[in-house]
Nanobody, 122 residues
Framework: QVQLEESGGGLVQAGDSLRLSCVAP????????MGWFRQAPGKEREFVAV????????LYTDSVKGRFTISRDNAKNTMYLQMDSLKPEDTAVYYC???????????????WGQGSQVTVSS
């Protein structure tokens, strides 16, 4: 069982920045595609960003393009989501996830973190 550990959420004001981190076990981390998803109250979980195992390919949902940056440091078995120019509509629980394919579909992901709350006040 792959355990993903997230950190970095919090309460910020609109326009501020936050960085989320996700750590995975060394023995599996480098072979996995990693993604970020989020779920706002009363809404379905939605795709935010995905990064290939090498870090060479990334994809973002339209609403975060130009504001969020996904990256990974394979030496530290850690993935990041740098979130800039945050908006109130970014408020959600953010989840990191891992699987073997480059996909934006939550159901395709095998392993998930516990979630990290991000709240953006106006």
């Amino acid at each position: 069982q792959v355990q993903l550990e997230e950190s970095g959420g919090g309460l910020v004001q609109a326009g501020d920045s936050l960085r989320l981190s996700c750590v995975a076990p060394r023995r599996t981390y480098r072979t996995y595609v990693m993604g970020w998803f989020r779920q706002a109250p009363g809404k379905e979980r939605e795709f935010v960003a995905v990064i290939s195992w090498s870090g060479g390919n990334t994809l973002y949902t339209d609403s975060v393009k130009g504001r969020f940056t996904i990256s990974r440091d394979n030496a530290k078995n850690t993935m990041y989501l740098q979130m800039d120019s945050l908006k109130p509509e970014d408020t959600a629980v953010y989840y990191c996830a891992a699987n073997s394919r480059f996909t934006v579909t939550a159901a395709d992901y095998d392993y998930w973190g516990q979630g990290s709350q991000v709240t953006v006040s106006s």
